[in-house]
């Protein structure tokens, strides 16, 4: 069946980095856009960035540009999200979204905690 199971969230101190991955499986992954999203306490899902199929195009948020770096790997159905300089208005929970067409796949998500 279809799953995207994200994974390297955790507490980190301002300043620091972290990268997330998003492993796809059940579906061609190669086919889909590939997106990062968060969601911050009291807040609604926000987009943080987008990759296109080849990884030849990618978009990022005001807030992120700069310090984030999104990529993927079609031969490891996987794609990733590289912050650097971490803020505390970063924390959230980060999930991943597949969209294809009609079609819409998202991750469970993964906890990121920016904080002394």
């Known amino acids: 069946q279809v799953q995207l199971v994200e994974s390297g969230g955790g507490l980190v101190q301002p300043g620091g980095s972290l990268r997330l991955s998003c492993a796809a499986s059940?579906?061609?992954?190669?086919?889909?856009?590939m997106s990062w999203y968060r969601q911050a306490p009291g807040k609604g899902r926000e987009l943080v960035a987008d990759?296109?199929?080849?990884?030849?195009?990618?978009n990022y948020a005001d807030s992120v540009k700069d310090r984030f770096t999104i990529s993927r790997d079609n031969a490891k159905n996987t794609a990733y999200l590289q912050m650097n300089s971490l803020k505390p208005e970063d924390t959230a929970v980060y999930y991943c979204?597949?969209?294809?067409?009609?079609?819409?796949?998202w991750g469970q998500g993964t906890q990121v905690t920016v904080s002394s």
């Open positions: 990759i296109t199929t080849t990884g030849g195009s990618t």
């Open positions: 059940g579906f061609t992954f190669s086919l889909y856009v």
């Open positions: 979204n597949a969209n294809f067409k009609t079609l819409a796949y």
